[in-house]
């Protein structure tokens, strides 16, 4: 029993040894004059390096949205697992399987809802130094649903979307 209970003890040192955490996150805003929409957008993460190829983390976010009078205010959480499938350089291209759960409610009035998200986001992260990141989200491959069918930042369904309202940047700092 000694002998499996060092051997536990020995891997978890070696992998927090070689591991780091990083912070950081990505804040948007965006407003469509013709529309009168604006959209405010932020979403810290926290991730741990488990090794060079994959990462895990959690991006927790809020949203506002203001859409010609209607206000909607959001919640989101949505851990990850980060895959770098290839480095040039710098800069390394990954995609980010994650699962989303999020939850809005109109400002005074309705009932709150829920909404979630199962899929990928392929992006790239660039090293600015060897403590800051520049990472960049550029799309979406999965499947979005929500209580009723209605979902305040994105609409129901399955795919792959890719347009400007899809792109997230964002800086992240390893410790």
Known sequence: MKKIFAMVAFAAATMTASAQVYVGGSLGLWRDWDKNVTQLEIAPEVGYNLSDKWDLGTEVGFAHTYNDGLKVNGFTIAPY???TFAK???VNLFLQPTAQWGMAKVVDGGDAQNFW??????GLSVELTDKLNFVAHVGFLGYRDSDDGINYWSSKGAGFKLDGNALQFGINYNF
């Open 81 to 83: 697992a980060r895959w």
């Open 88 to 90: 040039f350089d710098r």
């Open 117 to 122: 998200a199962v899929g990928v986001k392929p």
